[in-house]
């Protein structure tokens, strides 16, 4: 069957960030030559726009075609394959691992918050890259349960959440942030591991991280103080 690639486009402003879902459409038109309806189709030669990565995706099913997510991860209806036997304590969490990761860029919202938050029991390192990628989701509560799940790994995620303050998704580096001062709260880590990357992002070209790097800066700083007895 013909998949069709969905296509995202970040539009910037003062505001912030939108994204918006493209999918190229055939045109039907009505005895005057007037578009009368718009229907997804890999060989159109318009597009239809959406707001949302669920509408683009039941859009898309509606008119027949299987579809290809921006990411380039391609989505097939799959026959269940019911799990029979598990041998081992460790095949267990292998298994329960993959299949929490296979719902994590589910169109369903809440079932991305819910593969989220099993990842996070797990406590398994091989997550922390997981959770790195959806802090920078349009979603508020699956950013939280992301930033809540790195936090719990404390001291060994600074380094991804540094470089992810450079992450050209201003959602990502303001959660990043986010997650840095929980983080703080929890550690005796020297003042300028998390401090310089912090006071870096003051200067941000979005007001946003602007005004929460500086609520971070101090706050980082204060809990450092506090931990260090200083």
């Known amino acids: ?40 189709h890999p ?3 318009d597009i239809m726009e959406f707001n949302t990565l669920a509408e683009t995706a039941a859009a898309v099913r509606k008119a027949g075609f299987e579809y290809q997510l921006p ?20 095949n267990l969490e ?7 990761k296979s719902k994590i860029n589910d169109m369903n919202s809440s079932i991305v918050l819910s593969s989220i938050s099993a990842l996070a029991y797990l406590d398994d390192k091989d997550a922390i890259d997981i959770f790195i990628s959806k802090l920078g989701e349009d979603n508020e509560k699956i950013r939280t349960a ?26 990502a580096r303001n959660s990043a942030i986010t997650c840095l001062v929980k983080i703080s709260e929890f550690i005796d880590s020297e ?5 310089i990357p912090i ?5 941000d070209e979005n007001t946003i991280v602007q005004a929460n790097a500086l609520l971070a800066a101090g706050k980082i700083y204060r809990n450092l103080l506090k931990r260090t007895g200083a």
Do not use: H
């Not at 292998?94 to 929490?100: D, I, P, Q, T, Y």
């Open 1 to 40: 069957m013909q998949k069709i690639i969905i296509k995202k486009k970040v539009i910037k402003s003062e505001s912030g960030e939108q994204c918006l879902y493209i999918v190229p459409a055939l045109s039907l038109k009505n005895s005057d030559n007037k578009v009368k309806l718009l229907v997804p």
């Open 43 to 45: 060989n159109g030669n």
């Open 71 to 90: 990411d380039g991860e391609t989505v097939e209806e799959k026959n269940i394959q019911p799990l029979m036997q598990i041998s081992s304590k460790n």
């Open 94 to 100: 292998k298994v329960l691992f993959n299949k929490f």
């Open 146 to 171: 992301a930033i809540d799940a790195l936090v719990n790994y404390q001291g060994i995620v600074i380094d991804k959440l540094i470089d992810t303050l450079a992450n050209p998704n201003w959602v």
């Open 191 to 195: 003042p300028e591991k998390l401090l």
């Open 199 to 203: 006071i870096n992002r003051i200067d």
